[in-house]
């Protein structure tokens, strides 16, 4: 960030700040440590100037407040740069709509949301995948199935924007009914590769698949949406980012996986139509 525009978040946070402790200037000063004129110099936007780092933890602890949130390095004032456990939040959530997911997608809506799924994305299963997984994965299926439709709905708004990232082997481990797949039989794979492709082809421009040689580069599942929140999926429960620094770093690495693909968005459709032709059994089946 600019120094100047550095600045320039630091002093609007601090403006808040004041204002929402409910006491004047001189109180205010008086309880971060530094001199009124002092406070008044940061108030006045007449320097770039940051104030020294024992004023600004000061700041912070006094208003319970993080630092990253004070400089503008967070959106969050009090967990920036932590990790939150959401294992917790989906209890009781009935659907996708009514999820802490569906808030987040809501939140990106008009943003770039990028996603790195942990195996077919959600919105490009079919029922029988929903049913099947969820049979090994002891999840309600319905509640799947409305995820999946939801997901759809979602892609098909026009300010829809959303880039995912998958190794092409998932797909042609999955035509070949191996690994987690190896009990789904050859008829249901190639309805699912061609349900998917449909879709690919449907929601194109706006949901874009890159495919990348899972030999070559790995990643663990992983959403970020737009520019202040990411969600890591390990398991059943997502670890949660909101610091500007983590994102970008997230951000950077989805880029790096974009640039190995091997497959891109308007390839994949055909690619998974090819899959699907070329579906048989799996190898002793």
Not at 63 to 73: E, F, I, M, P, T
Not at 110 to 136: M, N, Q
Request: aromatic share 8%; hydrophobic share 40%; net charge neutral.
């Amino acid at each position: 960030m600019d120094k100047r525009d550095l600045s320039a978040v630091f002093r609007d946070r601090l403006r808040l700040l004041v204002r929402r402790s409910g006491m004047n200037h001189s109180a205010f000063s008086a309880s971060v440590g530094i001199d009124r004129s002092a406070l008044s110099q940061l108030l006045s936007g007449g320097t770039t100037r940051l104030p020294r780092a024992e004023t600004l933890l000061n700041i912070a602890e006094t208003q319970k407040v993080s630092l990253d949130w004070l400089l503008g390095l967070s959106q969050d004032e009090t967990l920036t740069g932590e990790i939150r456990d959401m294992l917790e939040i989906e209890q009781g959530v009935s659907g996708y709509g009514e999820s802490f997911l569906a808030r987040w997608y809501a939140e990106a809506a008009g943003s770039k949301v990028r996603y790195v799924p942990a195996g077919i994305p959600d919105l490009l299963r079919t029922g029988a995948l929903v049913d099947y997984e969820a049979g090994i994965t002891q999840r309600d299926p319905d509640k799947q199935a409305s995820e999946t439709r939801d997901r759809i709905d979602y892609n098909r708004r026009p300010e829809t924007d959303m880039e995912v990232c998958m190794p092409r082997h998932t797909l042609e481990i999955f035509a070949r009914g191996m690994g987690v797949w190896s009990g789904f039989p050859a008829s249901s794979r190639k309805a699912q590769l061609r349900h998917m492709a449909r879709l690919l082809d449907e929601l194109y421009p706006t949901f874009r698949v890159f495919m990348y040689d899972g030999r070559a580069r790995y990643s663990v599942p992983y959403t970020i949406f737009g520019s202040t929140r990411a969600a890591i999926y390990v398991g059943d429960m997502y670890l949660v980012l909101n610091g500007t620094m983590p994102i970008r770093t997230l951000t950077a690495h989805f880029d790096n996986l974009i640039r190995s693909a091997v497959v891109n968005p308007h390839e994949t459709a055909a690619y998974a139509a090819r899959l699907a032709d070329d579906t048989t059994d799996a190898p002793g089946a």
